[in-house]
């Protein structure tokens, strides 16, 4: 049985990571991929297309932490709950090339982010409470998504924009990564149907904080 004492400090760990979160103030652990990057110059309308894929792209690493402090917080194991951190911190340096790449665009984050982040929170906690199993199952699902996502962003990308395109490659290269572990460590493979009403879900979110 769990110690009271250390459900609470992780508790309010996972309250102080949220605020980070919400608020930028993570600091990325590996230095960005486009550090090195020149700004290429681009139209208003290519600079409003990209923004509103980076705005996209951040809302989704917002969600993938709330999702794994949720599932880490229920976790059944020791290992899954390891995994699910250790995704996490590398999810932490996405939030911020994200974010930096957005101030880059004189862009800001979508206003929808605290709303992102509580809902899947919420389900985060539900997977876990389902089992370490189901919960890597939707880890693995959720990033399958994640990479078809990106995949359609790099394809749509201006073509001179490699300082997007490189963070946008190393981010799919992680999640791809993320999902083979879940896959490794025995996660459930949710079924296709179950998958196509998550990816409703997710181009629903996409849609709307592509341009809010």
């Known amino acids: 049985m769990r110690n009271s004492n250390s459900f609470v400090d992780e508790l309010i760990g996972g309250i102080d990571r949220s605020l980070k979160t919400l608020t930028g103030g993570y600091s990325a652990t590996r230095p960005s991929p486009a550090a090195s990057q020149q700004e290429p110059e681009l139209s208003d309308q290519e600079r409003k297309h990209v923004a509103g894929l980076m705005r996209v792209n951040h809302a989704g690493e917002i969600c993938a932490q709330a999702l794994y402090e949720g599932q880490a917080l229920t976790a059944k194991s020791a290992s899954a709950k390891a995994?699910?951190?250790?995704?996490?911190g590398e999810e932490q340096d996405h939030l911020s090339w994200c974010?930096?790449?957005?101030?880059?665009?004189?862009?800001?984050?979508?206003?929808?982010?605290?709303?992102?982040?509580?809902?899947?929170?919420?389900?985060?906690?539900?997977?876990?409470?389902?089992?370490d199993?189901?919960?890597?199952?939707?880890?693995?699902?959720?990033?399958?998504?994640?990479?078809?996502?990106?995949?359609?962003h790099l394809a749509t990308l201006p073509e001179q924009d490699e300082k997007s395109r490189v963070i946008l490659e190393e981010?799919?290269?992680?999640?791809?990564?993320?999902?083979?572990?879940?896959?490794?460590?025995?996660?459930?493979?949710?079924?296709?149907?179950?998958?196509?009403?998550?990816?409703?879900?997710?181009?629903?979110?996409?849609?709307?904080?592509?341009?809010?």
């Open 171 to 212: 981010m799919r290269a992680d999640e791809s990564r993320h999902g083979a572990n879940a896959l490794a460590q025995g996660a459930s493979v949710f079924p296709q149907p179950l998958k196509n009403m998550m990816s409703l879900v997710s181009k629903a979110m996409t849609q709307t904080t592509y341009r809010i």
């Open 133 to 152: 199993r189901v919960s890597l199952g939707f880890v693995e699902a959720t990033e399958d998504q994640v990479v078809k996502h990106l995949e359609e």
């Open 83 to 88: 995994s699910l951190l250790h995704a996490a």
């Open 99 to 131: 974010r930096q790449r957005l101030e880059q665009l004189d862009a800001r984050p979508s206003v929808f982010d605290p709303l992102f982040y509580g809902a899947s929170f919420a389900l985060g906690v539900g997977a876990g409470l389902l089992g």
